[in-house]
């Protein structure tokens, strides 16, 4: 059995609810990553993520140096996991809801991150990792302009391969 603890991010670079955007754009920068856990202290109280600071800042024309982090991340709602739960557990939550990044807490404190980076690593089953990612990446609006051929071997590449 694969539990959260074994597949997250431990020590996840974290920034306070004062600092401003463009503080946590040269954090997910510096560090390679796309969300930034908001804390006070170790308790995890926000989420900002790099879609954040596109929709919030930048297409609204702020200026980053001037919005805190306090005034755009994401307070409620955040969905959370234990680093006991078992990996495929947090995977089909993060299918559930959407989420490609996951705050690990315990105790009411932020212990680690799970990305679906993670997961796919440390996953059994690379078959769910994909179907979790399908789910997490589908829209409405990408299935009515982007069909896309229908899944599995086309007719041409089993006939071909029958006859070889």
Known sequence: MILVRHAMAMSPVTASPDMNAGDAAGLMAANDIGVVPITDGDRLVGIVTDRDLVLRVLAERKDPKAVR????????????TSPDTQLCDARALMADRRIRRLPVVKDDRLVGMLSLGDVAIGSASMRSVGETLASISASKATEDTNAGPDIGTPERVKEARATS
């Open 69 to 80: 982090l306090g005034e755009i991340a994401t307070t409620k709602g955040i969905e959370t």
